[in-house]
DNA sequence: ATGTTATTCGAACGAACGTTCGGTAAATCA
DNA sequence: TGATTTACCGAACGTTCGTTCGAATAACAT
């Protein structure tokens, strides 16, 4: 009721109206809780990231989605109210949980470096584990516009807000002088483009990758990358 | 006619059949040069890249290129054969033109350092200046498919290669370890993330940008930037 | 068994999509 | 001058789009 917002058009129940459909309840749309209805609603969410990942929320139909869960092109919209409601859910399901991810994984961990370690390590990790999620999420950075949009870029910013005050935890106790906005978005901007590259076969795990893009945010490829043992490949 | 690959159905002449249209001559489609025919392709071209920039390419539709341009629908057909070449043409130029215009600022200059600086300057600099034709190179990456996909991915191949080798050019010299795959595709993420939040209000210029971003990204934020003087913001 | 609510559907709606057809003017060539 | 090519357009074509309607079934409570 509250996240949702029905678009249903009047329908006073007194008045022999239909009772408004797609009411998600505010639960939390992963697959093991939530009422029933939820449960299935995540599995649609599912195969509507996986389409929007393979074809781009333009690009894909609702046909599409129709096809891939089985279910009718009506049917479907028992459990949301539009295309766009699709995005949203997926967009603040999944920016949701990294930043959930992200606060248990700093929590107790001191040093202003290691804690920049930690948030590259979560970010890549989850942004491995949930490749489709977060090409729908970054890719699609424009797409919704009106109130969804300003909640997925209020989400955005809080992400950004935690990132720039770990770099600047940073200077204080390294009193070293750079942009910290260019330093945020920079490391933003390297991790975010993984989705464009990675090969799980040439490109080694999370993290592999997240320690080798660390080193080079926080050495430079000029301090080189202190020669463990095998950097392998190239 | 070799470029473009027409799509004509059949008609030969001497059926009476039309002759195959919107055959763009080889040239080079910037505004000065070329037949009174190509100038008023780059224009249209210019139009379609603003609204492609805009709403993405499947978001966006002819009829908004017709609006933009103030031609009808059916006029625009003469200049090229789909929406698909459209962007074709916009990505083939874009990628050229910043190519081209790396090795002529490449020529010259010696130092492995300084060349890979003068890839991030050119890079960056190409970005800032073209920026919408720079996202819709980059944000329609997977949008072509068959021949015309396979093409641009040619050119974004080659473009790589450069940056690879000037890479493997600055290991070899300074005898530094690191995977050069992953430093290129970091500096690319770094760089090509720009148009999602590029604000010439609080970002410097073009100049300053590369400065920066090649200082993080040759030295290391932990290395600071020599604090040459203002670095102002944050 | 009966009434109620929760799911699901076939069929269609109007709108928008990319593209094409047959044609008209204007420019160019002979 | 007349013939041909170039540049453009109104009107439509067939398709696909997101969404909705009324009804049918399934699940569940009483």
Same mark, same amino acid.
């Given at each position: 009721?509250?996240?949702?917002? *029905?678009? #249903?058009?009047?329908?006073?129940?007194?008045?022999?109206?239909? /009772?408004?459909?797609?009411? =998600?309840?505010?639960?939390?749309?992963? $697959?093991?809780?939530?009422?029933?209805?939820?449960? /299935?609603?995540?599995?649609?969410?599912?195969?509507?990231? %996986?389409?929007?990942?393979?074809?781009? !929320?333009?690009?894909?139909?609702?046909?599409?989605?129709? %096809? #891939?869960?089985?279910?009718?092109?009506?049917?479907?919209?028992?459990?949301?109210?539009?295309?766009?409601?699709?995005? !949203?859910?997926? @967009? +603040?399901? =999944?920016?949701?949980?990294?930043?959930? @991810?992200?606060?248990? &994984?700093?929590?107790? *961990?001191?040093?202003?470096?290691?804690?920049?370690?930690?948030?590259?390590?979560?970010?890549?990790?989850?942004?491995? #584990?949930? @490749?489709?999620?977060?090409?729908?999420? =970054?890719?699609? $950075?424009?797409?919704? +516009?009106?109130? &969804?949009?300003?909640?997925?870029?209020?989400? +955005?910013?809080? !992400? !950004?807000?935690?990132?720039?005050?770990?770099?600047? $935890?940073?200077?204080?106790?390294?009193?070293? @002088?750079?942009?910290?906005?260019?330093?945020?978005?920079?490391?933003?901007?390297?991790?975010?483009?993984?989705?464009?590259?990675?090969?799980? &076969?040439?490109?080694? $795990?999370?993290?592999?990758?997240? /320690?080798?893009?660390?080193?080079?945010?926080?050495?430079?490829?000029?301090?080189?990358? +202190?020669?463990?043992?095998?950097?392998?490949?190239?």
């Amino acid at each position: 009721m509250s996240l949702v917002g *029905v678009t #249903a058009r009047s329908s006073p129940a007194s008045l022999g109206g239909r /009772r408004p459909r797609h009411v =998600t309840s505010g639960r939390d749309l992963t $697959d093991d809780r939530g009422t029933p209805r939820d449960r /299935r609603l995540a599995k649609v969410l599912e195969h509507a990231t %996986r389409i929007f990942w393979e074809k781009g !929320y333009e690009g894909a139909s609702m046909r599409d989605l129709s %096809r #891939a869960t089985g279910m009718s092109l009506a049917g479907l919209y028992y459990y949301f109210a539009s295309k766009e409601e699709l995005l !949203y859910l997926i @967009q +603040k399901h =999944t920016f949701t949980t990294i930043m959930e @991810q992200l606060r248990e &994984r700093l929590a107790g *961990v001191e040093g202003p470096e290691e804690r920049v370690r930690v948030f590259i390590r979560n970010h890549v990790a989850y942004f491995l #584990a949930n @490749q489709e999620a977060m090409k729908v999420l =970054t890719h699609e $950075d424009e797409t919704l +516009k009106n109130v &969804r949009g300003a909640q997925i870029r209020a989400i +955005k910013r809080q !992400y !950004y807000r935690i990132c720039l005050d770990l770099m600047e $935890d940073l200077q204080r106790a390294t009193g070293l @002088q750079f942009s910290g906005r260019l330093a945020v978005l920079s490391l933003f901007g390297m991790i975010n483009w993984i989705y464009t590259w990675h090969n799980p &076969r040439v490109d080694g $795990d999370a993290e592999t990758l997240a /320690r080798q893009m660390g080193d080079i945010f926080l050495r430079g490829v000029l301090r080189g990358v +202190k020669a463990k043992t095998a950097k392998a490949k190239s």
